[in-house]
């Protein structure tokens, strides 16, 4: 089991993630006239997108790749964190009003305000906020999660102003967490928690497993609803890089001692370590940029 001393650093956080896409323009587009994250760069293969100088994806054109068959491992979704209910309106306006099509549902999970969409590609995007801290509410160290309906038109009549769509590029987000699609989840808990040091924080039923650092609600969550028994991932379009960022070189050296420990293979550069979970999909630590 992982020790005290062996936990990710409190001050943990998750890093932009890689997408391999097969249109790169009409993803932009999706992303930027969508979701309302800016293009901070673009050499016409690989496009950089966030929020207020924060890195949210990263787009690789990747048009020799297949997408993936139905079942396998990789990500369910990418998840969006807004400072403000206001944020999150105008963004979940913007996707719902240019790509209604891609909305597949809304709940109230008691620690956030989650969103639901499937981009153009087949990759599942969550765009939420946090509710306080001070109200999250923990029972034997796993902190008490549900799925409760909502009207989504109420919150945007409620929370949707006209400044918040015309400055939406200008105010902050950021990664919150990332959820993959894995074969199953004991293998999950003896890979994110007792191999890479993250705490569990809650468990569905046995098909879900939802872990963290510094007692945030989760950072990660891995679960089998479309992929149990799922195998090593073979090259396909979609998850390419998961980033989790750590505050100091001592903190990453961390990782790559309980890697080398657990026999995993591991590239170490002194300020960023890879590896891959057992499913294959990579996994990218390293210290924050400042």
């Known amino acids: 089991m992982t020790h ?17 896409v097969a249109d790169l323009d009409r993803m932009i587009e999706y992303y930027t006239d969508g979701v309302r994250l800016d293009l901070m760069g673009n050499d016409g ?6 929020r207020a100088g924060a890195p949210v994806l990263q787009l690789e054109h990747s ?7 139905p079942g396998s491992a990789g990500l369910f979704h990418t998840a969006v964190l807004f400072d ?3 944020d999150l309106a105008s963004s979940v306006y913007s996707v719902a009003r240019k790509y209604p099509g891609t909305f597949v549902g809304n709940q109230d999970h008691l620690v ?8 153009p590609e087949g990759n599942g995007v969550e765009l939420y906020w946090d509710r306080d801290r001070t109200s999250w509410s923990w029972v034997h160290d796993q902190v008490q999660m549900d799925n409760v309906d909502f009207d989504p038109n109420g919150f945007l009549r409620e929370h949707l102003t006209e400044t918040d769509l ?3 590029h200008l105010r902050p987000a ?3 967490h990332v959820h993959l699609s894995v074969g199953d989840i004991a293998t999950a808990r003896d890979f994110y928690v007792d191999t890479l040091g993250f705490a569990q924080t809650f468990v569905m039923h046995g098909t879900a497993l939802f872990v963290s650092a510094g007692g945030y609600h989760h950072h990660m969550a891995m679960n089998v609803w479309n992929s149990r028994g799922a195998g090593r991932r073979a090259p396909a379009l979609g ?17 790559t001692d309980r890697m080398e420990h657990a026999g995993i293979a591991a590239r170490d550069d002194g300020r960023t370590v890879t590896f891959e979970d057992p499913w294959a999909n990579r996994i990218e630590v390293s210290v924050t940029p400042r």
């Open 166 to 168: 015309e400055d939406a």
């Open 63 to 69: 048009p020799t790749l297949a997408f993936a068959s």
């Open 112 to 119: 956030s305000m989650a969103f639901y969409f499937t981009d």
């Open 45 to 50: 293969r690989t496009a950089l997108l966030g």
């Open 174 to 176: 950021k990664v919150g």
């Open 4 to 20: 005290t001393q062996d936990l990710l650093a409190d001050a943990t956080e998750m890093g932009a993630v890689t997408l391999f």
């Open 239 to 255: 998850l390419g890089l998961v980033r989790i960022d750590l505050p100091d070189a001592d903190a990453v050296g961390a990782v």
């Open 84 to 86: 403000t209910k206001s």
